[in-house]
T-cell receptor, first 109, second 112 residues
Framework: KNEVEQSPQNLTAQEGEFITINCSYS?????LHWLQQHPGGGIVSLFM???GKKKHGRLIATINIQEKHSSLHITASHPRDSAVYIC???????????FGQGTRLTINP | NAGVTQTPKFQVLKTGQSMTLQCAQD?????MYWYRQDPGMGLRLIYY???????DKGEVPNGYNVSRLNKREFSLRLESAAPSQTSVYFC???????????FGPGTRLLVL
């Protein structure tokens, strides 16, 4: 079993829909990261969080430390949100990130 | 600022050839990383350098060596390339290992 599991692996939705991507992990963590990989391959960091909730524009990330679970939400989705979304965790005391396999999101107009 | 730059963008090697992937950052970051990304798998850490003068193995170090040349530059060397090393390689950097990582554009490597 991977330390970091994402669901779903693939998600297709219509423009305007509310999107939720889930991430579960099996170890105690210091921080959880959400990243976005564009169709062209570039990777950008969206959020780093260790508790609660963070919001940036239409993106919201939440984390429940007790349940070892995080969600990434996208409100009013748009075709430009089409990308692979990657969850990564840094275990307590560790220097390295462990990555999930990613969720491929496609938003159709 | 250019951020994190990688060269080359694309490379084809024959089995047994050697090459060095270059990475540089201009953000004055202390920590740098090399990852590989393969279809159906998450990013996997090859080596990292928590600070200038240190390097440590990641999850998949076999067949690779690294050099932290100075604070800006972190290179990845394949001494004898194998088809299993066909992958996309990403360099990243962060202020420290606890902070957000910034990624380079990637190098696509094909080993025949």
């Amino acid at each position: 079993k991977n330390e970091v599991e994402q669901s779903p692996q693939n998600l297709t939705a219509q423009e305007g829909e509310f999107i939720t991507i889930n991430c579960s992990y099996s170890v105690g963590i210091s921080a959880l990261h959400w990243l976005q990989q564009h169709p062209g391959g570039g990777i950008v960091s969206l959020f780093m969080l260790s508790s609660g909730k963070k919001k940036h524009g239409r993106l919201i990330a939440t984390i429940n430390i007790q349940e070892k679970h995080s969600s990434l939400h996208i409100t009013a989705s748009h075709p430009r949100d089409s990308a692979v979304y990657i969850c990564a965790v840094r275990a307590q005391g560790a220097q390295k990130l462990v990555f999930g396999q990613g969720t491929r999101l496609t938003i159709n107009p | 600022n250019a951020g994190v730059t990688q060269t080359p963008k694309f490379q084809v090697l024959k089995t047994g050839q050697s090459m060095t992937l270059q990475c540089a950052q201009d953000m004055n970051h202390n920590s740098m990383y090399w990852y590989r990304q393969d279809p159906g798998m998450g990013l996997r850490l090859i080596y990292y350098s928590a600070s200038e003068g240190t390097t440590d193995k990641g999850e998949v170090p076999n067949g690779y060596n690294v050099s932290r040349l100075n604070k800006r530059e972190f290179s990845l060397r394949l001494e004898s390339a194998a088809p299993s090393q066909t992958s996309v390689y990403f360099c990243a950097s962060s202020v420290w290992t606890s902070e957000t990582q910034y990624f380079g554009p990637g190098t696509r490597l094909l080993v025949l």
